[in-house]
């Protein structure tokens, strides 16, 4: 490119995925700007992602391979890291077999990148052991939708949330973590005040101020709230009796598990811990409304029932025939940016590429015969909590971990260290030259970052876009697709001599029309996108799949092989662990509006500090009185897993009985503030996705 011509890509922090226009301006600074066109954000950018030009710089990258030797990591030319890469995975796999092996990848990859990880594992080495983070932010919203409609599908788009005449937010701060959609609903809410935006959250966040009713649900209740509201919309004849009975079945089925103890709204009211005049407005503002939409996020999907907790959602869109139309439908807030586009490749251990089901033969021989790939995956791999237990077990003896901190993030995380001290070979890909994970490396591969690489992601709303780079490649960093198709043919394996990631795209686009994976239902098919030449592949323009629908469901058909969507019963069930005497509060965890993960990125930006500048541990004042700790100074909090210090606050949105603590900080940012140490490694039995917003704690002086 040339001085002072803009380059539009898109944003790598949160799920919005919202358009950028990046200008490098003569002196070598770089403008960003928002893309007036994409959109996603039509012009918008939040702090963060105003702040992008700030993060650019080369400090405390990762820019020349290393490989441990004497137990110290020195610098290694990309032949010797490489090959070090694929003699020890090679080795280990005829040894051991190929589940001996794993990969942890991130949705910070691009798709092309993820795309050739996923076929890597699945179709070369023949073992679905490639999870992601992905696992702990979306994956109760994947299951979910599998199980209502079929497929893994957003059925909506952002533009419902402007037409809905009634948003409920369910366990997400929207303003913090979402904040271009948040501002979205704010200007409709100016324009039409009688908008009515529902926050349903433990929490009184930033995203309650602009609510006209606000539920502050005890943490773990939202199936027995959604649950109710099913009974509810059943007694008061709302229910859709013709969309019903002509495109869906198990209504009978999930209203007689919800009556079991959900059929009386006091009693709800009770269990959620909510003023029952309160929770009864809801119900009855939402019985009253036809265009509403429910946008949920990772208070509902980081939980051990958080696959119920979606259900019983989608129960009540289903129940009243709001989906797949304009201003209505449940909705998924993705976390990652490229969370979505990782699930379409099958970047999930449990998942194909394609959206096709590793579990149906007919699907796997599909994905074989188009790879022709000598072996295919035919059982689930582990996923992200139990992968770091068989390593930490020593069933896993090598994972390469791309693009992703778990030493921070995964909970458990002391448990993670245990794992990566033990495993015969820790590869870590990354951008970062000191993260907290990379420490534990036998060998460190240098990564392209954001502006530097290229390639395409998918956001919330089945968007795909385009990141361009716009730098050139600093040191010896390379893309994460060419690294992994060079360790792929040193181990001898065909189909990996993509030169670009047009061509990853391309094969990946084929792929998903190939056969239609022998499912007719299937929507996943990006075959008119097949075939693009590298000019057209990069001018690609923001579309929704597939093929531009806006939103899907509206006819009544879904991808269920009976066309039909499944209502499914939700039991409630409480978080498997709870407060005793040892550990009397619930820790709840999240983000801060100008950080993203583990900072590795936002870090470097000193106005994205200036907004909270330190970890914090936000604890009601009475109970800060009750356990000895006061505001300003030092509190350890302590669970069964593991324990973590940082300064008391009380900043006022938070309930007697739970503290906050956000998931930034970390050893590697100076603190002792690593919260993913204190979370409980329970996982939800159906999605795998953990526990974060409840674990069992104390706290006392530090
Ligand atoms: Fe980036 Fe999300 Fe902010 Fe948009 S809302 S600029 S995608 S962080």
Redesign the pocket.
């Known amino acids: 490119m040339t001085s002072c011509t803009p380059v539009k890509t ?9 358009g ?1 226009e990046a200008t490098r301006l003569p002196d070598g600074a770089i403008r960003i700007a ?1 893309d007036t066109n994409h959109p ?2 039509q012009g ?7 702040a992008l030009g700030d993060t650019l710089d080369l400090d405390k990258r990762l820019l020349q391979p290393q490989v441990r030797v004497d137990g110290v990591l020195r610098r290694a030319s990309w032949d010797a890291a490489l090959d070090q890469v694929a003699g020890g995975l090679r080795a280990i796999i005829n040894e051991h077999g190929p589940d001996a092996v794993a990969l942890y990848v991130s949705g910070q990859l691009l798709t092309e990148d993820y795309y050739v990880a996923n076929k890597f594992m699945k179709g070369y080495v023949g073992s679905a052991n490639i999870d992601t983070n992905s696992r702990l932010c979306m994956s109760s919203a994947v299951a979910g939708h599998k199980r209502a409609f079929g497929e893994d599908i957003v059925p909506g788009c952002y533009e419902d949330l402007e037409l809905a005449d009634m948003v409920v937010l369910v366990g997400s701060n929207t303003a913090w973590c ?4 948040f501002q979205r609903i704010t200007r409709i809410k100016e324009i039409r005040p009688q908008m009515k935006l529902v926050v349903i959250d433990p929490r009184r966040t930033a995203t309650c101020e602009l609510a006209d009713l606000h539920l502050p649900v005890k943490p773990g209740t939202d199936v027995w709230l959604f649950n109710g509201l099913l009974c509810y919309l059943a007694k008061e004849g709302v229910i859709a009796d013709d969309f019903v009975t002509r495109h869906s079945s198990g209504l009978d089925e999930a209203l007689a598990a919800a009556h079991v103890d959900c059929g009386d709204p006091l009693q709800v009211a009770a269990i959620c811990k909510v003023d029952p005049q309160a929770l009864l407005a809801f119900y009855q503002a939402f019985a009253a409304t036809r265009k509403v939409v429910t946008a949920f996020s990772q208070g509902v999907n980081q939980s051990s029932s958080g696959t119920d907790k979606v259900n019983s959602i989608i129960n009540c869109h289903l129940a009243t025939g709001r989906i797949g139309q304009p201003g209505m439908g449940p909705f998924s807030l993705t976390g990652q ?1 490229n969370a979505m586009g990782g699930r379409e490749v099958g970047g999930l251990a449990n998942m194909l590429a394609a959206h096709l089901d590793l579990e149906k033969p007919l699907h796997r021989e599909a994905v074989q015969t188009f790879w022709d790939s000598p072996r295919i995956a035919d059982k689930p791999g582990l996923k992200a909590v139990d992968l770091f237990h068989a390593i930490e077990a020593g069933k896993v003896k090598a994972v390469w971990i791309i693009a992703t901190n778990p030493l921070v993030s995964m909970p458990d995380a002391d448990q993670v260290r245990r794992a990566l001290d033990k495993c015969e070979l820790v590869v870590v890909s990354d951008i970062s030259a000191g993260s907290d994970t990379n420490a534990h490396a036998d060998v460190l591969l240098p990564a392209l970052g954001w502006g530097e690489k290229d390639g395409t992601v998918t ?1 919330s709303e089945r968007r795909i876009s385009r990141q361009r780079a716009f730098l050139p490649a600093p040191g010896e960093a390379r893309a994460d697709w060419d690294v992994l198709c060079d360790v792929a043919r040193r181990m001898g394996y065909a189909g990996f001599d993509f030169t670009s990631p047009q061509a990853i795209f391309d094969e990946h686009a084929r792929l998903s029309a190939f056969r239609n994976g022998g499912d007719t239902k299937r929507l996943f098919n990006l075959g008119h996108l097949a075939g693009l030449d590298a000019a057209r592949y990069d001018a690609l323009a923001p579309q929704q799949w597939p093929h531009g629908q806006a939103r899907l469901f509206g006819d009544g058909r879904f991808a269920h092989a009976d066309g039909r969507a499944r209502f499914v019963p939700t039991a409630p069930r409480a978080p498997r662990n709870v407060p005793d005497e040892g550990y009397p509060l619930i820790l709840n965890t999240g983000r801060v509006r100008d950080q ?1 993960h583990t900072m590795t990125r936002t870090g470097k930006a000193a106005k994205l500090s200036g907004h909270i500048a330190e970890a914090f541990i936000d604890i009601h004042p009475q109970d800060a009185l009750l356990y000895s700790v006061r505001e300003g100074e030092l509190a350890r909090i302590t669970s069964a897993w593991g324990a973590m210090v940082a300064r008391v606050v009380h900043g006022g949105g938070i309930a007697r009985g739970q503290v906050f603590v956000p998931i930034h900080w970390s050893d590697a940012n100076a603190s002792d503030a690593r919260v993913g140490a204190v979370v409980n490694p329970v996982v939800d039995p159906v999605s795998g996705e953990p526990e974060f917003k409840h674990t069992p704690v104390r706290i006392e002086q530090f």
């Open positions: 898109t944003c790598p922090y949160c799920g919005v995925g919202c950028v928002g996603a954000n918008r950018l939040c702090v963060k992602g105003s979402h904040p271009i959609l940016p956001n993203w």
